[in-house]
């Protein structure tokens, strides 16, 4: 099974509404990181959180990571038509960077 | 412009004509791996290589086969296709290099492959 799993598989908010999606993990990690990927196109890196972080922003990004838990969460705020795509956490664990399977966001004008 | 090149970005063949895609970064990354993409299954990793001349496998390397001979390249070849291998293949590249954590990934715009 996959060691990040995205929450929820598909979303669809109105454009100037908050995005929340949610990653969880089984193992222990060094870093956790969130992509964002246009339809069929290359994933872009958009934030990396270290394993000894709680919270991390970036621009409209802020991102939560909670190690007892073993779950993190991407928020968008104010979403704008342009944040349309899918976002994949990634996890870093035991060398190895796994992917999950995303969250298939819709912002709709 | 620092940037992963893959090519082509689009390639259809048909099954046992050995195929090759390129991957080149202009970043000085020691570290690059590939992934395929299926639908409801993800990225998984295929092959990675820690340095030149230092290949490993990944999750699902059967079918494939990749070189690291110089830093900036790291082609996939496909020595004989098959329908199965039909995907969306991404190249990614990092500062990663021995035991170190993995930093953010460079991705490449992707090669869809379809084998008849």
């Known amino acids: 099974s996959q060691q990040g799993e995205e929450d929820p598989q598909a979303l669809s908010i109105q454009e100037g509404e908050n995005a929340t999606m949610n990653c969880s993990y089984k193992?222990?990690?060094?870093?956790l990181q969130w992509y964002r990927q246009n339809s069929g196109r290359g994933l872009v890196h958009l934030i990396l959180i270290r394993s000894n972080e709680r919270e991390k922003h970036s621009g409209r990004l802020r991102v939560t990571l909670d190690t007892s838990k073993k779950s993190s969460s991407l928020l968008i705020t104010a979403s704008r038509a342009a944040d349309t795509a899918s976002y994949f956490c990634?996890?870093?664990?035991?060398?190895?960077?796994?992917f999950g399977q995303g969250t298939e966001l819709s912002v709709k004008p | 412009e620092a940037q992963v090149t893959q090519n082509p970005r689009y390639l259809i063949t048909v099954t046992g004509k050995k195929l090759t895609v390129t991957c080149s970064q202009n970043m000085n990354h020691e570290y690059m791996s590939w992934y395929r993409q299926d639908p409801g299954l993800g990225l998984r990793q295929i092959y990675y290589s820690m340095n030149v001349e230092v290949t490993d496998k990944g999750d699902v390397p059967e079918g494939y086969k990749v070189s690291r001979k110089e830093k900036r390249n790291f082609p996939l070849i496909l020595e004989s296709p098959s329908p199965n291998q039909t995907s969306l293949y991404f190249c990614?590249?990092?500062?990663?290099?021995?035991?170190?954590?993995?930093?953010?990934?460079?991705f490449g715009s992707g090669t869809q492959l379809s084998v008849l």
């Open positions: 990634a996890t870093d664990a035991a060398g190895k960077l796994i």
């Open positions: 990614a590249s990092s500062l990663r290099y021995r035991d170190r954590n993995n930093e953010k990934l460079f």
């Open positions: 193992t222990s990690i060094n870093n």
